[in-house]
């Protein structure tokens, strides 16, 4: 087996890849620890050298870590389990060889994790919104390099067989769920590729449109353990808004589910030729955040800039 991981700083990507390699024999192969001790040589934070070779645009690290990556997998032997841990291992690595998983994760969950377990490591913070600013600054800057030196948008995610949540889940669970897409990826059985926190999604209407009658009906099929119909998402950067489902959404949370499989059917490569669709989404106001949190049962610990623009600029026009 050969995989590769990689996805949002502070998701459990390290912490996943020690439970397959102790469970499943995986040896991993991690670039950020080459990245990172490139830094400590030259004695700076892997932020600060994120921002200068972006701000040069050089690439000479990237390459040697990119060769580095590509040596180890041409020196896997038959029946080896490998684990490349990079950001790009997905990329330039043989696809029909490689099982690609992206993990993502909320920002202020990251932020946490991260300001809790690296505080005298070279990645340490003050405060935990220093934390904050300081992951999702180093993630669009890290997407914006490799997007110059490669062509490619490493947080594209039909890049990836599987890409899952780890805001309200464990490392254990995530590893479960890995082992057995694969499984039945192999086998050449359907399985689910995107696993998201109902939590982690955004409304694009009132809650004065929800409809109690539907929530209800789909609590109990939630209950009798049914399927429910595939909620239809709109991803914008990192936010994630609801395009169809919000019925469902709103039965997810009540029945406290952690996670479900949605499919995504806009991003912001189509925003041109959906324009409109998009405007709508980015209708919505703070007070529509607020009651859907409170029908919800939950408050949204983290919200992308997007999301603060939108709501400042609808409020300003309401």
């Not at 950020?32 to 994120?50: A, C, H, P, W, Y």
Request: glycine content about 4%.
């Amino acid at each position: 087996m050969i995989f590769t991981i990689t996805g949002y700083m502070g998701s459990g990507k390290t912490t996943i890849c020690d439970i397959l390699s102790r469970e499943y024999n995986f040896r991993r192969v991690h670039a950020g620890g080459i990245f990172r001790q490139l830094g400590l040589e030259k004695n700076i934070s892997v932020l600060d050298m994120t921002k200068e070779l972006t701000a040069k645009g050089d690439s000479e690290v990237d390459r040697i870590i990119d060769q580095k990556m590509i040596e180890e997998f041409n020196n896997v032997k038959d029946n080896e389990n490998v684990i490349f841990d990079s950001r790009l291992a997905w990329h330039f690595l043989d696809k029909s060889k490689t099982f690609n998983i992206f993990i993502v994760v909320s920002p202020y969950q990251a932020a946490t994790r991260t300001y809790l377990t690296r505080k005298s490591e070279d990645e340490s913070y003050d405060t935990l919104e220093e934390a904050i600013d300081a992951l999702v600054e180093r993630r669009v800057l890290e997407n914006k390099r490799y997007k110059a030196i490669y062509g490619v948008n490493c947080e594209d995610l039909n890049n990836y067989d599987l890409v899952i949540d780890t805001s309200y889940i464990n490392a254990l669970e995530a590893s479960e769920i890995i082992m057995d897409c694969y499984k039945k990826k192999t086998l050449n059985q359907p399985y689910e590729r995107l696993w998201i926190s109902p939590e982690f999604v955004f409304p694009t209407m009132s809650i004065d449109r929800i409809n109690k009658e539907k929530v209800d009906g789909y609590l109990d099929r939630i209950y009798r353990h049914e399927s429910l119909e595939q909620v239809e998402l709109i991803r914008i950067h990192d936010a994630l808004f609801i395009k169809d489902g919000h019925n469902r959404i709103v039965a997810y949370n009540l029945a406290k589910i952690r996670l479900f499989n949605p499919r995504i059917v806009l991003s912001e490569d189509d925003i041109d030729s959906e324009g409109h669709i998009v405007k709508k989404a980015l209708s919505i106001t703070e007070q529509d955040i607020l009651d859907w949190e409170n029908m919800n049962g939950f408050i949204y610990n983290y919200r992308p800039k997007i999301i603060q623009k939108m709501s400042r600029n609808n409020n300003a026009n309401s």
